[in-house]
């Protein structure tokens, strides 16, 4: 069965003001390429200073994610509950398969949410940029018993 590959990209101001936002971008496009190529479902959700947003509902993977990736702009807040809440409702949605909910994020927020109940597997890429390291999107890995990933190995 194909796996839905949900993916939520912090577009806040620290991501936007530290490059990352432009590095998280590049390794989105990546993620979608590959599920592409997998044949697997993909949603996107993103979120900033104006809240988050269901950027792709779930579907079949584009065959150019630059199209879908590149027009996202960044700035502000970190609504990071909202968007996870989100992200969940679409995961809840989907029952044809695994879910898997992939965080792209500098983990630069004071928001602890909870685990995404209706996430099979669930991937934190760590994007902080800070010296020194505050390690709060490793902290979010480590509560959710999630993968972490650090962008740099990417």
């Known amino acids: 069965m194909p796996t839905l590959h ?10 936007l003001r530290s490059g990352q936002l432009a590095r998280a971008k590049g390794v989105l496009a990546q993620l979608l390429q590959q599920a592409y190529l997998w044949r ?3 949603a996107l959700v993103n979120f900033g200073g104006r809240g988050s947003a269901l950027v792709r509902a779930p579907g079949r993977a ?4 630059e199209a879908l990736v ?3 702009d960044g700035g502000g807040g970190t ?31 004071r928001e602890t949410p909870a685990r995404p109940r209706h996430a099979d ?5 760590d994007f902080e940029h800070a010296r020194p390291p505050l390690g709060r999107a490793a902290a979010l890995a480590g509560a959710w ?7 740099r190995e990417l």
């Open 121 to 125: 597997g669930l991937w934190v890429i």
């Open 79 to 109: 609504p990071l509950a909202e968007a996870l809440a989100r992200a969940d409702a679409v995961l809840r949605r989907h029952r044809h398969g695994p879910r898997w909910l992939w965080l792209l994020t500098d983990g630069r927020t």
């Open 62 to 65: 584009p065959l150019r994610p």
């Open 40 to 42: 697997d479902p993909v």
């Open 70 to 72: 590149l027009p996202l």
């Open 6 to 15: 949900c993916f939520v990209l912090d577009c806040s101001g620290s991501m």
């Open 145 to 151: 018993d999630a993968r972490l990933v650090p962008a």
